[in-house]
């Protein structure tokens, strides 16, 4: 009786399976440094009840036909390189495509387990890797890799309307943004979202041009990070994207209460292994108003386009273009209603408009086993416009606020990577052909026509930046990257020479310890610079150490620990005494002030971060930091900088609840939360008196951010079930941000309406249901 039960399990478990939807898994093997692809490597499914396996080609590819949709984990093995562990949610709709880099045993670091959405960069210090898996998993990021990384240690969001950070105390000005190695404009819509005076930032704005759904595995870097890299002081966000499918067409449709997305993906001719991929979105922001979220009064509205064409070739090497292009607006129209006009932005028509579009190319040939070249051009422009208008009673008008800024880049970036024995050398070479212009003015609310804070410029300059980056694997235990990287920018013939070091001791096998160093630097704000007494300014500088040790437990576990200093110096301050201005302080543009390289400031603190890596379905991240964000002027004076919270605390956590099967397909339910809970950025008080007399808000410069604002907590939470089905994946998901309604402290203000302070606050509850089909 036993064996019949035994062969009707079998069977019926046989059969689940036979109607189980299944897609395929294929990708890449290749060297981790060289990209060099690695022939014979195994490639295992081991979370199969019987695994499923194969080996790569001459191209080091490979091709697992026909695997059950679900969270899977991969074994990767090659003689003489490290194993890695891969997990990878794979889903019916959609082929999952990997590209796998393996490390040379001789020169490994502590074995980790990874993941794909998780894997960590074991040859630099400093460094996250952010994917689309998990900008999609993460509760209320709204797909934009920068929120994403609010959940990283040391990473502070200045603003729940904005995607601002600061990273480590510095401003979110020191960040630089990065396309396929290229340095661009801000990427990002609505760049004045999140500030006091609604003026356009130089980094960030309301949610990042270019949609997840292009977006390959991509980096963010802090604290001294390597030579390859400049004109930042903070972070760099180091975005690439990702080839579309070269063998199958697929598309994806998504709509959510801000956004219709589309895209579409595959081969561009039979037999040819070059792909296209496009995305569009287009805004419905205006549901949430229409539903009765609080957004305020403003009509706010986006759209977007991107693509990258990828063109490999037998012989000339492998050739991709790529682009991307999206339109912004804010208006505020006031009431024709002198009943309505309870605040001072009651009575003002305000008109924003943000236009930003970036086109290039990347190019990639291997010239020898050991010696490749990779070389990059784009051009990238962003165009921001704000007129901001007084109603008198009578309902006239007069304009009192006016900005239009230009920015345009002719970006080139080629490095080589040469290996001899065991060393790695990767010169290169980055340019930046930088043209930028502003103008901007103020009026007071009155008839008389005088014209305040009048700034009118242009510059154009050649900012040049080589760079010698290299590894030397000293043991199995200790590895060296070292480099030195200058600056130069001929616009006001100002340079920088940087030495850059970091060394990792892997004194255990699930330990390691690593110090770096780095001296960056970066250039002063362009409207600054425009400013004919400003034209002398040098570069930022910085010195920045970090300490790290890294443990991993049980394969899933990592515990980092981290101290840095950062020392800052040729800071622009103001070159008035009684000012307490530094660009250290510095989000929106506007900079009227004659400044002079004297300032000083000084970052340091220590940061915890405990990670369980997704296994079976759970994953958390729970990180800490304590830490002290110093400025000095003219008077030598220490003064807390206006992103000092002095601490931090984020956990980010989730449960996927299995698949569960029901005929011919499975179906999940997904639920993840994040919390971030950060000490008070700081104000600086305002004098009331002279506010009022002033008919504007007038600050008490001499308790410059002594002002600390409460504590910011906010929960955020997201649900989501996903169905597979043979050919299509269908994911329907709910994210509240602000999840308990807290009321964070945005700014306070001299509100000339009401003749009295006024405090605003951040955003409220704000849902965000999506519908995504994938097919």
């Given at each position: 009786m036993q064996k019949p039960l035994l062969l009707l399990a079998i069977l019926l478990s046989s059969l689940q399976l036979l109607a189980q939807p299944t897609q395929t898994i294929r990708g890449t093997v290749r060297e981790q440094l060289s990209a060099s692809p690695l022939p014979a490597a195994t490639v295992t499914v081991t979370s199969l009840p019987s695994p499923q396996g194969t080996t790569t080609d001459a191209a080091g590819q490979f091709l697992l036909p026909a695997v059950p949709v679900g969270r899977?984990?991969?074994?990767?093995?090659?003689?003489?390189?490290?194993?890695?562990?891969?997990?990878?949610?794979?889903?019916?709709?959609?082929?999952?495509?990997?590209?796998i880099r393996l490390e040379e045993t001789a020169r490994q670091l502590p074995e980790l387990t990874v993941s794909t959405g998780e894997q960590i960069d074991l040859q630099e210090i400093n460094s996250r890797t952010i994917t689309m898996e998990q900008t999609q998993r993460y509760a209320a990021t709204f797909y934009d890799p920068a929120r994403l990384a609010a959940s990283f240690p040391g990473v502070v969001t200045a603003n729940d309307q904005a995607n601002h950070i600061s990273v480590r105390g510095n401003s979110p000005n020191s960040l630089l943004w990065r396309l396929e190695g290229l340095d661009i404009v801000n990427p990002n819509h609505l760049t004045n979202a999140g500030t006091a005076s609604d003026r356009p930032t130089q980094n960030g704005g309301g949610v990042n041009i270019l949609s997840t759904q292009l977006l390959a595995n991509s980096r963010f870097l802090n604290g001294a990070f390597p030579a390859g890299y400049g004109n930042a002081l903070s972070g760099v966000f180091d975005m690439r994207l990702r080839k579309g499918n070269n063998q199958k067409r697929e598309n994806t449709f998504q709509l959510s209460l801000i956004g219709i997305d589309l895209a579409t993906e595959g081969p561009i001719a039979k037999g040819y292994e070059g792909s296209y991929l496009v995305n569009y979105r287009y805004?419905?922001?205006?549901?949430?108003?229409?539903?009765?979220?609080?957004?305020?009064?403003?009509?706010?509205?986006?759209?977007?386009?991107?693509?990258?064409?990828?063109?490999?070739?037998?012989?000339?090497?492998?050739?991709?273009?790529?682009?991307?292009?999206?339109?912004?607006?804010?208006?505020?129209?006031?009431?024709r209603d002198i009943t309505q006009w309870i605040y001072q932005k009651d009575r003002n028509d305000i008109d924003f408009y943000n236009d930003?579009?970036?086109?290039?190319?990347?190019?990639?040939?291997?010239?020898?086993?050991?010696?490749?070249?990779?070389?990059?051009?784009?051009?990238?422009?962003?165009?921001?416009?704000?007129?901001?208008?007084?109603?008198?009673?009578?309902?006239?008008?007069?304009?009192?606020?006016?900005?239009?800024?230009?920015?345009?880049?002719?970006?080139?970036?080629?490095?080589?990577?040469?290996?001899?024995?065991?060393?790695?050398?990767?010169?290169?070479?980055?340019?930046?052909?930088?043209?930028?212009?502003?103008?901007?003015?103020?009026?007071?609310?009155?008839?008389?026509?005088?014209?305040?804070?009048?700034?009118?410029?242009?510059?154009?300059?050649?900012?040049?930046?080589?760079?010698?980056?290299?590894?030397?694997?000293?043991?199995?235990?200790?590895?060296?990257?070292?480099?030195?990287?200058?600056?130069?920018?001929?616009?006001?013939?100002?340079s920088s020479l940087e030495p850059r070091a970091s060394l990792k001791w892997s004194y255990r096998q699930d330990q390691n310890l690593s110090f770096a160093y780095g001296r960056h630097s970066q250039l002063p704000s362009f409207q600054s610079l425009t400013l004919a007494s400003n034209r002398h300014l040098d570069f930022l500088k910085a010195d920045h150490y970090t300490l790290e040790q890294n443990t991993a437990f049980r394969e899933q576990y990592l515990l980092k620990t981290a101290l840095y200093w950062q020392e800052l110096h040729n800071v622009?301050?103001?070159?008035?005494?009684?000012?307490?201005?530094?660009?250290?302080?510095?989000?929106?543009?506007?900079?009227?002030?004659?400044?002079?390289?004297?300032?000083?400031?000084?970052?340091?603190?220590?940061?915890?971060?405990?990670?369980?890596?997704?296994?079976?379905?759970?994953?958390?991240?729970?990180?800490?930091?304590?830490?002290?964000?110093?400025?000095?002027?003219?008077?030598?004076?220490?003064?807390?900088?206006?992103?000092n919270g002095n601490?931090?605390?984020?956990?980010?956590?989730?449960?996927?609840?299995?698949?569960?099967?029901?005929?011919?397909?499975?179906?999940?339910?997904?639920?993840?939360?994040?919390?971030?809970?950060?000490?008070?950025?700081?104000?600086?008080?305002?004098?009331?008196?002279?506010?009022?007399?002033?008919?504007?808000?007038?600050?008490?410069?001499?308790?410059?951010?002594?002002?600390?604002?409460?504590?910011?907590?906010?929960?955020?939470?997201?649900?989501?079930?996903r169905k597979n089905k043979q050919g299509y994946t269908r994911t329907i998901s709910l994210d509240l941000q602000n999840t308990t309604n807290q009321?964070?402290?945005?700014?306070?203000?001299?509100?000339?309406?009401?003749?009295?302070?006024?405090?605003?606050?951040?955003?409220?509850?704000?849902?965000?249901?999506?519908?995504?089909?994938?097919f």
């Open positions: 899977h984990t991969l074994q990767i093995s090659y003689l003489g390189y490290q194993d890695m562990v891969v997990q990878v949610l794979h889903i019916a709709g959609k082929e999952t495509v990997l590209d805004s419905t922001i205006g549901l949430l108003g229409a539903i009765g979220v609080p957004l305020g009064d403003e009509e706010i509205n986006f759209q977007d386009l991107s693509f990258n064409v990828s063109l490999p070739t037998k012989k000339a090497g492998d050739f991709t273009i790529f682009g991307m292009g999206g339109k912004s607006i804010t208006r505020f129209e006031a009431q930003m579009g970036a086109l290039g190319i990347t190019h990639q040939i291997k010239l020898s086993p050991s010696f490749s070249i990779r070389s990059a051009y784009a051009l990238s422009g962003l165009t921001t416009g704000r007129k901001g208008e007084y109603l008198f009673n009578d309902f006239a008008k007069q304009e009192i606020e006016f900005d239009q800024i230009n920015t345009q880049r002719h970006s080139f970036h080629t490095y080589g990577s040469l290996r001899a024995g065991r060393h790695l050398f990767q010169p290169g070479i980055t340019t930046n052909h930088i043209f930028f212009s502003n103008r901007s003015y103020e009026r007071p609310t009155d008839i008389s026509g005088i014209i305040l804070n009048y700034n009118e410029g242009s510059l154009s300059g050649l900012l040049l930046q080589p760079y010698l980056n290299g590894y030397y694997f000293l043991s199995q235990a200790l590895t060296l990257n070292y480099g030195l990287h200058y600056s130069s920018f001929s616009f006001n013939n100002i622009p301050i103001s070159s008035n005494s009684a000012s307490t201005y530094s660009s250290l302080n510095q989000l929106e543009f506007f900079v009227p002030e004659q400044l002079v390289n004297q300032g000083k400031g000084r970052n340091y603190g220590v940061e915890v971060s405990a990670e369980r890596l997704l296994d079976k379905g759970f994953y958390a991240l729970a990180t800490g930091s304590v830490y002290n964000s110093l400025y000095q002027n003219m008077d030598h004076t220490w003064r807390d900088t206006q992103f601490y931090t605390f984020t956990l980010t956590t989730g449960k996927e609840f299995g698949q569960k099967q029901k005929r011919d397909a499975s179906r999940s339910f997904n639920v993840n939360a994040r919390v971030l809970w950060l000490g008070g950025l700081r104000q600086t008080p305002i004098d009331v008196a002279r506010s009022e007399a002033a008919g504007r808000t007038v600050y008490q410069e001499s308790l410059a951010f002594t002002e600390k604002m409460p504590d910011y907590f906010r929960l955020d939470t997201r649900i989501s079930f009321k964070n402290l945005a700014y306070t203000y001299y509100d000339t309406n009401k003749k009295e302070l006024v405090k605003k606050y951040q955003l409220t509850l704000i849902p965000f249901a999506s519908y995504r089909l994938e």
